[in-house]
DNA sequence: TTAATAATGTAACCTTTGTTACTGAGTCCT
DNA sequence: AGGACTCAGTAACAAAGGTTACATTATTAA
């Protein structure tokens, strides 16, 4: 057994332990790979076909979804002890990737062949409830952004946004571009800018270049 | 045995024999129960409680969107053969619906109690493909709501919306007000009419009180 | 150090969408 | 018929957001 192996298999107790019975984690350690992936990492494009399923162990992963043009929304961040749904949406149909991820920290992660999904999710009842609770995860953060995007100004998806980037990211200083920051919510640099000094001036961020520092966003 | 439980078994035969083993489709029939709703008939408001699961047997049922104030935004139709993925969604976790559904069309249906469908889900391989379809289904279909809503313009919404309509009810005359319309796209009455009105003048429909007749939108 | 590049600030302007207000036409009720 | 009501057409205006253009500042490469 490899110190890799050895590794994973902590890892995956650590992280799964309360939510997989010991033979689904034995499962996993035996097929899976772990992997190291930088920030800003694009783990996966629109079109990739999808190879593996992935568990987080630790770092964040932004998913996006992506238009023909190259029009770009951010749709949510997945973290530790999480996995993709629409990975497994993947699996089932197209098997191409319909949307985009990109490592938004230093993520470590264990892959799994996706032909296991399947057959562990008639073996195992913890692993269905995964799948089942991974799902039901993604659908509302999904119909979150929907809600955001349909009914809020851009005023508001942007202090939203900053939010999440802390929270995720577990620091007040985000070290993004207005333009970077455009892209993810599908709107242009100038209307950023715009709507970021208007958050200075009331005193809640403060701006340099490269990154901006969260004051209080309440 | 009655009368509309012969019906029942008849209609899951018809609608969901291809789809389910023998001894699932017993299981259905004996702790579902038949339901006719008419047009228009509002099955589920934004906060009540889910009781049941539905499984569709004719007709159409529109899925909506309600943000507090009471702004709304189609999702999408159920249709025959369907099930509504957010009724499993409220099952885990909050019991109370976060979406509104309506009958789009006379509709039959059969429902069935939402405490069989984890012990469905262990038991019957059928019955866990179809509930894994049905997310991906309606998962794909949030994605599509939200691609049109951040990415297209209102005019291209609107022709989308009419396509549709018609597809689903099978007819090119759609008994909506502009009023209607204007709801199910989130916008206002008066840029519905203003956009219909072009559409008109391009020759793709016809405009009537109370009805509209598409003519080709291709 | 200087030139090139990238990020930001800002003004002017345009387009899309939403709002308000009013009109008239059709429908329903009595 | 007459009045109330609903629906649709339209104009005038407002607001949000997107676009273009250019200036300024910071950073990096030569």
């Known amino acids: 057994m490899s110190y890799t192996d050895i590794l994973m298999i902590q890892e995956l107790k650590d992280n799964y332990g309360q939510l997989f019975e010991e033979d689904l984690l034995n499962e996993i350690a035996q097929v899976g790979t772990f992997k190291e992936v930088p920030a800003g990492f694009t783990m996966m494009a629109i079109g990739d076909y999808v190879r593996g399923m992935p568990l987080l162990i630790s770092g964040a992963i932004k998913v996006l979804r992506e238009d023909n043009e190259g029009d770009e929304l ?111 919510l599908h709107s242009s640099r100038v209307v950023i800018s715009r709507l970021l000094k208007k958050l200075e001036q009331m005193g809640h961020i403060e701006l340099h270049r490269n990154h901006i520092k969260i004051i209080n966003l309440a």
């Open 74 to 184: 951010l749709l949510y961040y997945l973290e530790s002890g999480e996995t993709c749904s629409m990975t497994m949406n993947c699996c089932m149909g197209h098997a191409k990737s319909e949307i985009k991820a990109v490592a938004e920290r230093d993520t470590t992660l264990i892959m799994v062949p996706v032909q296991k999904m399947e057959e562990w999710t008639a073996k195992y009842k913890s692993w269905r409830n995964f799948v089942f609770q991974s799902y039901h995860t993604r659908l509302n953060e999904v119909l979150h952004i929907l809600d955001s995007v349909a009914f809020d100004k851009m005023d508001k998806r942007l202090v939203d946004y900053l939010k999440e980037k802390v929270r995720v990211n577990k620091t007040n200083t985000i070290h993004n571009t207005h333009q970077e920051i455009a892209y993810d």
